[in-house]
């Protein structure tokens, strides 16, 4: 899915819908994981257009999504899903929901502690959150490849983090910290095939990297495929964390 926090992301809808459906075919052990039931009140936390939230519904389940990208959340209302536009450091839910799931999102939210605890928030008594992101060491090939061709080209990458790439440990303390327990977090290599090739999959999903590095947008297709012959292949170093948890009794 789509990222939940606007200073770390920019997205298209179309070309997210049309690059980036790999995302969601691969989010779905972390489903499984989550075992929504029929009947459940669940939150899907950057929910994008809404491909996993509508197989959550499938399930039985009544699904409220966020995202903090107004063109996803127009995409995902357009397929009837139920869904607002919001971050979720930002949420003030209260004991709402008996799940919350979230799918390749929590990388790009910086603001980690306040967005665990919201969550904790939002989540009945015993309820559980499920779910997978970028892990430790996610994309390090891809990503060394844009910032070297960025440099030589004259851009300077931006300084400041764009993505929390957590380990196990670090995630766990952060969500122990907000009041989580059985906290069951593991890291698995993924290495992704990116079927319309490295050079969409930089302009679609390092738009904010390139929108902060200043690069023009006449110029970012051509940046896209040096990377591409720098990396030498279609496949992308993903690296996921994926968890579950509860909120206790």
């Not at 459940?40 to 399930?59: F, S």
């Not at 389940?61 to 397929?79: C, F, H, Q, W, Y």
């Not at 990116?194 to 904010?208: A, I, K, L, S």
């Not at 591409?228 to 994926?242: E, F, M, P, Q, T």
Request: net charge negative; glycine share 10%.
């Amino acid at each position: 899915m789509s990222p939940a926090a606007a200073s770390t992301s920019k997205w298209n809808a179309a070309d997210y819908a049309r690059v980036g459906g790999f995302v969601a075919e691969l989010g779905g052990a972390a489903l499984d994981l989550l075992d929504p039931q029929r009947g459940e009140r669940i939150l899907d936390i950057g929910c994008g257009e809404g491909t996993l939230t509508q197989k959550i519904v499938e399930r039985g389940a009544t699904v409220l999504g966020i995202d903090n990208s107004p063109e996803m959340i127009t995409a995902a209302r357009a397929k009837g899903i139920d869904a607002v536009l919001l971050d979720v450091a930002d949420m003030t839910f209260s004991s709402e929901f008996d799940a919350v799931f979230s799918n390749a999102t929590l990388h790009w939210v910086l603001e980690k502690e306040q967005s665990a605890r919201a969550i904790f928030r939002a989540l009945k008594t015993g309820g559980r959150f499920a779910g997978e992101m970028g892990g430790e060491g996610n994309l390090r090939k891809l990503r060394d490849a844009l910032d070297e061709e960025l440099i030589i080209r004259g851009y300077v990458p931006p300084i400041e983090a764009s993505n929390w790439y957590a380990s196990p440990e670090e995630f766990a303390a952060v969500y122990e910290a907000a009041g989580f327990e059985q906290i069951d977090a593991r890291l698995m290599e993924r290495p992704t095939r990116v079927d319309h090739g490295v050079n969409e999959w930089v302009t679609t999903f390092r738009r904010g990297w390139l929108d902060r590095a200043q690069v023009p947008e006449a110029e970012r297709a051509e940046i896209g495929t040096a990377v591409a012959d720098r990396v030498g292949s279609n496949i992308a170093d993903y690296v996921r964390l994926r968890f579950i948890m509860r909120k206790p009794n």
